[in-house]
């Protein structure tokens, strides 16, 4: 039996070098109609047909943000329906077999290693009468993850779109059961285009004839585009409902993923769900599927609903709206999607449902992680909101005098300065960026990345950092007023008047105020004002009336605590090394580590929050589950 390694490795051989990427970057417009043609040969060389595909009976989702949450409710609701499922997803956290899951777990090593060969020897025996065509790193995984599914003769494959959907590599299916799109935004846009309306319209590319898709909620411009080619291609379009309005009957609707754009990939995942459950009902009553015609067209279109009527339901129907479906030849109006009674198992399997590395804490002696792999705008805001809050209430309850810690990267074409200003509002005390490599002592397969080289990763970590940097310029910020509202926007510090009267003072033993008067508007006046203190338990007050001797005293003693200290390290282990201040072992070979405040290191607690990159966030969990680089297992 080879190696999990040997197989990885040789996986690794299938990715394109940066200088070579570089090129087909600046042609993709040229041959991307040519992907899935391309993919359709490499599965037929793989011995997988287009039916082979279509019998997995898939559920497939694209989108901008949500998609692995989504898919991973889906894979959780038909796990507890009683079904065997496979999902398939990307990227990987920790290591690549987490890309393919049987029964909610990644393929353990050994299937693994033995269905890689499978496939890898398949194409490498062919690719001589092929002009020594081999897939792509994705694509052969996408090859292998059919495969797999194909052999372990699961009922359902739920496929995650990589990147955009028209062109991607999983689009050579052909009959899905149903189709998904998440909440749409910016991401990809060198590749997807630079407005939501283009982004949508490769989203978009997996809508099939007759199969039922349904989406998110979407800005004006995306669900336009949405429409049209719904109609397009022949496909009723629904829109999902808000989670409230499925009936839970009496019980509690608890989400296992937090974050508060779950709700939407959770009622996402329950149209789905529904769908493809309906589906499967009729096929193992009526041996085919009941179909209905679309109105004003002649194509016939799998029915997806399975739920009894209710009364708007039935008004819906006497005004003609019930019928009113987004496919070719019809009406602009979009239909209306009804929720439906949760089953047990759909509650279970929300309640259940697990996602590694989105808005995920991991608690540690004196150190709390707080990771989410956003990468996108909305995703880091939604990650902000939840570090705020969640930070927040650790903080009121362990007492303790805190130090709050960013740790950051964010690659390709994404804008670093749009992506950090949000993360502002968290008041972090230290700042540090580094790129998606674990570690420098060794080169773990499972996180190499041939697409991008070191030197052209330390460069983004620079460019980041000064992204960073000019959210607090005072030429950018405009005055020093606008810098003084760094303060009162963050709500961690106080703008008050400099009298001993008005002092706010921290009891650094406890984090909790003393003598603290009310601020209020008329209160702040910022021609003669200046912070007084930090209030959010980190350290003792820094500023007194007393010690200024005029406003510009005052002026640069507040910006050295408003403005957060910040470093560019080479790897994720030196950067979790310099967060922890000492609270975790370092390793050895971290020296010349940039020297800190000295008072830095006399905090209870570090708060960690690690983003930008699921990549990172998939470095950190190595390091911090302390998984070996060879990939092996631990107790």
């Given at each position: 039996m080879e190696k999990y390694s040997e197989a990885v490795k040789t996986l690794n051989t299938l990715q394109t070098n940066a200088q070579v990427l570089e090129k087909i970057r600046s042609q993709r417009d040229r041959f991307a109609h040519l992907n899935v043609p391309n993919m359709i040969k490499f599965s037929q060389r793989a011995g997988i047909s287009l039916a082979d595909i279509?019998?997995?009976?898939?559920?497939?989702?694209?989108?901008?943000?949500?998609?692995?949450?989504?898919?991973?409710?889906?894979?959780?609701?038909?796990?507890?329906?009683?079904?065997?499922?496979?999902?398939?997803?990307?990227?990987?956290?920790?290591?690549?077999?987490?890309?393919?899951?049987?029964?909610?777990?990644?393929?353990?090593?050994?299937?693994?290693?033995?269905?890689?060969?499978?496939?890898?020897?398949?194409?490498d025996k062919t690719k001589a009468e092929h002009e020594n065509s081999m897939p792509g790193y994705f694509a052969f995984l996408t090859v292998?993850?059919?495969?797999?599914?194909?052999?372990?003769?699961?009922?359902?494959?739920?496929?995650?779109?990589?990147?955009?959907?028209?062109?991607?590599?999983?689009n050579l299916i052909q009959n899905p059961i149903a189709c998904g799109v998440t909440s749409l935004g910016l991401d990809h846009t060198s590749i997807l285009g630079n407005t939501v309306d283009k982004i949508a319209w490769h989203k978009a590319g997996i809508f099939k004839p007759g199969v039922p898709a349904v989406t998110a909620?979407?800005?004006?411009?995306?669900?336009?585009?949405?429409?049209?080619?719904?109609?397009?291609?022949?496909?009723?379009?629904?829109?999902?409902?808000?989670?409230?309005?499925?009936?839970?009957?009496?019980?509690?609707?608890?989400?296992?993923?937090?974050?508060?754009?779950?709700?939407?990939?959770?009622?996402?995942?329950?149209?789905?769900?529904?769908?493809?459950?309906?589906?499967?009902?009729?096929?193992?009553?009526?041996?085919?599927?009941?179909?209905?015609?679309?109105?004003?067209?002649?194509?016939?279109?799998?029915?997806?609903?399975?739920?009894?009527?209710?009364?708007?339901?039935?008004?819906d129907n006497e005004n003609g709206l019930a019928e009113t479906i987004a496919c070719k030849g019809d009406a602009e109006e979009m239909p209306k999607d009804y929720s439906f009674p949760l089953t047990e198992q759909m509650l279970q399997g929300l309640a259940t449902c697990r996602w590694a590395g989105r808005n995920q804490t991991i608690e540690a002696q004196n150190i709390t992680y707080y990771l989410d792999g956003a990468h996108t705008l909305e995703s880091i805001q939604q990650c902000v909101n939840w570090f705020r809050e969640d930070a927040e209430k650790e903080?009121?309850?362990?007492?303790?005098?805190?130090?709050?810690?960013?740790?950051?990267?964010?690659?390709?074409?994404?804008?670093?300065?749009?992506?950090?200003?949000?993360?502002?509002?968290?008041?972090?005390?230290?700042?540090?960026?580094?790129?998606?490599?674990?570690?420098?002592?060794?080169?773990?397969?499972?996180?190499?990345?041939?697409?991008?080289?070191?030197?052209?990763?330390?460069?983004?970590?620079?460019?980041?950092?000064?992204?960073?940097?000019?959210?607090f310029d005072l030429e950018n910020d405009g005055?020093?007023?606008?810098?003084?509202?760094?303060?009162?926007?963050?709500?961690?510090?106080?703008?008050?008047?400099?009298?001993?009267?008005?002092?706010?003072?921290?009891?650094?033993?406890?984090?909790?105020?003393?003598?603290?008067?009310?601020?209020?508007?008329?209160?702040?006046?910022?021609?003669?004002?200046m912070p007084d203190t930090a209030t959010n338990g980190h350290f003792s007050s820094f500023f007194s009336s007393e010690s200024c001797d005029n406003q510009s005293q005052r002026f640069n003693q507040a910006l050295e605590k408003l403005v957060p200290v910040s470093h560019c390290l080479p790897s994720i282990s030196h950067a979790l090394a310099l967060a922890s201040q000492g609270k975790t072992l370092l390793p050895a070979e971290l020296n010349d580590m940039p020297e800190l405040p000295s008072h830095f290191k006399s905090v209870d607690h570090v708060q960690i929050l690690i983003t930008g990159s699921i990549h990172l966030v998939g470095g950190a969990l190595r390091i911090i589950q302390d998984i070996p680089d060879d990939g092996s297992e631990t107790d």
């Open positions: 279509d019998s997995l009976k898939i559920i497939h989702v694209s989108g901008t943000k949500g998609k692995g949450s989504t898919c991973a409710f889906c894979e959780s609701i038909l796990l507890h329906h009683g079904y065997k499922t496979g999902f398939y997803s990307s990227p990987h956290l920790i290591e690549v077999r987490e890309r393919i899951h049987i029964n909610g777990q990644p393929l353990d090593r050994e299937r693994f290693t033995s269905y890689f060969w499978d496939v890898y020897n398949k194409l292998m993850a059919f495969h797999v599914f194909l052999q372990e003769k699961v009922d359902v494959g739920i496929i995650e779109v990589g990147i955009g959907g028209q062109y991607d590599s999983t909620p979407q800005p004006a411009l995306a669900m336009n585009v949405l429409k049209e080619r719904a109609k397009e291609i022949g496909c009723p379009l629904h829109v999902c409902p808000d989670i409230e309005e499925y009936d839970a009957q009496g019980k509690d609707l608890q989400l296992g993923i937090k974050g508060e754009m779950q709700s939407v990939n959770a009622s996402l995942a329950l149209q789905l769900c529904h769908i493809w459950l309906g589906k499967v009902k009729r096929h193992n009553e009526n041996g085919l599927a009941e179909t209905i015609t679309c109105k004003g067209d002649a194509e016939e279109m799998p029915k997806d609903y399975s739920f009894p009527l209710t009364e708007q339901m039935l008004q903080k009121k309850s362990l007492r303790k005098t805190i130090l709050k810690v960013l740790i950051f990267n964010t690659t390709g074409d994404r804008d670093s300065y749009m992506l950090l200003r949000p993360l502002k509002a968290c008041d972090f005390d230290l700042v540090v960026f580094c790129p998606n490599i674990a570690s420098l002592r060794a080169n773990n397969a499972d996180q190499t990345n041939n697409t991008v080289t070191l030197e052209s990763q330390m460069k983004r970590c620079l460019l980041n950092k000064e992204s960073w940097d000019k959210l005055d020093q007023e606008s810098l003084l509202n760094v303060a009162a926007e963050g709500s961690s510090h106080v703008i008050s008047d400099p009298t001993p009267a008005n002092k706010t003072r921290i009891d650094v033993t406890n984090g909790q105020q003393e003598n603290t008067s009310a601020v209020t508007d008329k209160d702040v006046k910022h021609e003669n004002q």
